[in-house]
């Protein structure tokens, strides 16, 4: 694997990071990445263990998932738990633990569990397996979910905070919650985030749209939508046709109707994350052809943080969805080294 591995200076080269505290280099040990190409089946050689959970707020279920190497064991170490919140128009496990015919690697649950975390995520309100409610489940219905996963996880790893990672508007959703619980979050990670949407392409549609989002709870959400996804920034190339079908048949199942809440806040509700009160190390990472935001919109956000721990990482050849690009392994390294920083030392 050696030969495959980025060069730490080549990567802060040519993935453009603009402004931000240097990579950390404390990979978590003994360890094999896995890889996009398919050589992940020879770094995958301890079994993965997985298991269902559900977490209650009031009366809706909310469906949770989990992976990592090997079942808990009474009297063992914990793992850290990494939490990965979705977007706007796919569930968890389809957005995180996607698996694609042929080999390639797409589950970020697989990656991070062979990196060593207990991997976690879940579907929120009106998605996937939790409870399909006339909700708009918008983002801080999506900060209750987050809140009420937190006694099952407390539960189950011992741990009282943990890692997040959010994508698109499951970066909104998180930060919101970074922002109302800080006492539960180690590390954050912003990847494809909008903070207030100024010149982005995507948003201005959105806004465009928002009477008809407005008119519904819920939105039409049906295979051609789901493809358009990696069309819409003008780059369709960068994703694999092959794991645009595997989402679209992984999905479907769920039904050809999603949520518009988040739809609805992006359009009309931003910036819906203070920066300012966000207080935990925070890495952000834009694609550069992302129609979601700019980075001018992006680093004003960036700058405002008030933690020193903080990253900011443009992603080449990317567009929106960072997680199923054939990039995809440029994220996991920035991520990954994050994640594995040491603390740093107070004066």
Not at 57 to 64: E, Q
Not at 187 to 213: C, Q
Not at 231 to 248: F, K, N, Q
Request: proline residues 5%; charged residues 20%; glycine residues 10%.
């Amino acid at each position: 694997m050696n030969k495959h591995r980025i060069a730490r200076r080549t990567l802060i080269q040519s993935a453009g990071i603009g402004i931000g505290a240097g990579l950390g280099t404390g990979l978590i040990p003994g360890l094999t990445p896995a890889r996009a190409d398919g050589s992940a089946a020879q770094a995958a050689t301890a079994e993965l263990w997985n298991h269902d959970y559900w977490a209650q707020k009031g009366d809706v279920k909310l469906y949770m998932y989990r992976k990592r190497v090997g079942a808990p064991a009474a009297g063992a170490a914990s793992l850290p738990v990494l939490f990965l919140v979705h977007g706007s128009s796919m569930s968890a496990r389809s957005s995180y633990d996607l698996q694609v015919p042929g080999g390639a690697e797409y589950s970020l649950m697989d990656v991070f569990a062979r990196y060593g975390f207990d991997v976690w995520t879940m579907d929120h309100e009106g998605y996937g397996h939790s409870s399909i409610t006339n909700s708009s489940s918008g983002i801080m219905s999506g900060v209750d979910d987050l809140k009420a996963a937190m006694d099952v996880l407390t539960r189950e790893t011992g741990r009282s905070k943990f890692h997040f990672f959010g994508e698109s508007s499951g970066s909104i959703r998180v930060g919101a919650f970074a922002q109302a619980m800080p006492e539960r979050v180690d590390r954050l990670v912003l990847a494809a985030f909008t903070y207030k949407g100024e010149g982005a392409a995507e948003i201005e549609r959105r806004r465009k749209n928002l009477e008809v989002l407005r008119a519904n709870p819920r939105r039409k959400r049906d295979a051609g939508m789901i493809r358009s996804i990696f069309s819409r920034d003008g780059h369709p190339s960068i994703y694999d046709p092959a794991m645009v079908e595997a989402l679209v048949a992984a999905e479907m199942p769920n039904g050809d109707t999603i949520p518009a809440g988040t739809y609805v806040d992006m359009a009309a509700n931003l910036p819906m994350v203070d920066p300012t009160k966000v207080k935990s190390p925070v890495l952000m990472t834009r694609g550069e052809w992302d129609g979601n935001s700019t980075d001018g919109d992006l680093l004003d956000f960036f700058r405002q943080l008030p933690n020193g721990d903080r990253q900011y990482v443009i992603l080449p050849n990317t567009a929106h969805s960072q997680g199923f690009s054939k990039n995809r392994e440029v994220m996991w390294y920035v991520m990954r080294n994050f994640l594995a920083e040491p603390s740093p030392v107070a004066s």
